[in-house]
């Protein structure tokens, strides 16, 4: 009888135990695990609770920018850029032969968001038809060409690296019409003269992805090889005045966080 009651306690014993452990490694998993193997690599297991968690940011809606954007033009004014182009109803037009737009601020790795339009009326062809041009930290061109129906070297039409790689596509809209890129640039890295690692583009362009990041060659060159030379690591956006009154608007970048 003794023996039984004995036993019958070892497992009451047992039991709230085992519930007790139950309960608190329910409650350790709530947020991640522990007991997983180790990302090669990482200092982090398998759904690491310890690994911090991203921003929470508020999303735009139909391109306008998330909560962490820096906007560059909202369509009122430049003072975000140094250059004399016109703004006039909501948008910034190139005067051409007046210079280049230059951003005040600085970035490295970025995304960027900007919408351009061709001139309404058609003048000239191949690169001289609705050409401007979006220069990543002022030295890596993603091409702005009216690209429909407009024949040019494909590594010279809209949403090329110029001079290095043509789009995967040509979904350009007509001229007069709003186009949008949706732009993730990763600057190169030296470390003192050396290039430890090139820079990277992705390109959508209204929506299709037509750059996948892709490697760049060194910085735009015309009928010239690229080839990097040591640069800051951060240096400003760059919008090109070829001489066409191309319009931009909405322009907002994200920098990016390469510890992420
Ligand atoms: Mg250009």
């Not at 350009?172 to 820079?199: C, M, N």
């Amino acid at each position: 009888m003794r023996r039984f009651e004995f036993r019958v306690g070892c497992a009451r014993v047992a039991a709230v135990l085992l519930l007790a452990c139950a309960a608190a490694c329910a409650q350790n998993h709530d947020l991640g695990y522990t007991d997983t193997p180790m990302l090669p690599g990482l200092p982090y297991h398998v759904h690491d609770p310890a690994r911090p968690r991203p921003p929470a940011v508020t999303p735009g809606t139909n391109g306008s920018a998330p909560s962490d954007a820096i906007i560059l033009f909202d369509g009122k004014d430049l003072s975000h850029w140094t250059g004399k182009w016109k703004v006039q109803n909501g948008y910034l037009e190139v005067v051409p032969h007046s210079g280049d737009l230059v951003s005040k601020r600085k970035f490295g790795d970025v995304q960027l968001h900007i919408e351009w339009a061709a001139p309404p009326e058609v003048k000239g062809n191949s690169q001289g038809r609705g050409n401007s041009g979006v220069f990543l930290q002022s030295r890596y061109e993603v091409q702005v060409l009216d690209s429909y129906e407009n024949p040019t070297y494909a590594d010279g039409q809209a949403a090329a690296i110029y001079g290095q790689w043509p789009p995967l596509a040509n979904p350009a809209r007509k001229p007069g019409e709003w186009q949008v890129y949706d732009i993730v640039f990763e600057a190169p890295r030296f470390s003192g003269e050396k290039l430890l690692k090139p820079a990277y583009i992705t390109v959508f362009f209204n929506g299709v992805l037509v750059q996948n990041h892709r490697e760049v060659m060194g910085p735009t060159m015309h009928r010239e090889l690229a080839r990097y030379l040591p640069q800051p690591a951060e240096d400003s956006l760059k919008l090109q005045d070829h001489g066409n009154p191309v319009r931009y608007r909405n322009i907002w970048i994200r920098k990016l966080n390469p510890g992420m």
